[in-house]
Nanobody, 115 residues
């Protein structure tokens, strides 16, 4: 059973930066996609950024140019560097890891952008 451990959330002022990390373990199949999603109060969960097959990367339009997703040096890790944060980036951020057969969600980490 795949387990995800997320870290790096917190409180930051507008214009600040945060880095989220996610590590997956326990998968017996190759993890070919890892990404970050977020859910703000009263809104649906939405894609923030995803990296697939180690090459294709997709960003939500709202974060392009500010956020960068990357696979970590350790196997099955993914990072999200978030710069120029805005109050509207406030949400619970979830890591998701997918194999060809199933997907697993992390428990989420709170990101709050406020002065």
């Amino acid at each position: 059973q795949v387990q995800l451990v997320e870290s790096g959330g917190g409180l930051v002022q507008p214009g600040g930066s945060l880095r989220l990390s996610c590590a997956a373990s326990g998968s017996i199949f190759p993890i070919n996609a890892m990404g970050w999603y977020r859910q703000a109060p009263g809104k649906q969960r939405e894609l923030v950024a995803i990296t697939e097959s180690g090459a294709r990367i997709t960003y939500a339009d709202s974060v392009k140019g500010r956020f960068t997703i990357s696979r970590g040096n350790a196997k099955n890790t993914v990072n999200l560097q978030m710069n120029s944060l805005k109050p509207e980036d406030t949400a619970v951020y979830y890591c998701k890891a997918s194999t060809n057969w199933s997907s697993t969600w992390g428990q989420g980490t709170q990101v709050t952008v406020s002065s």
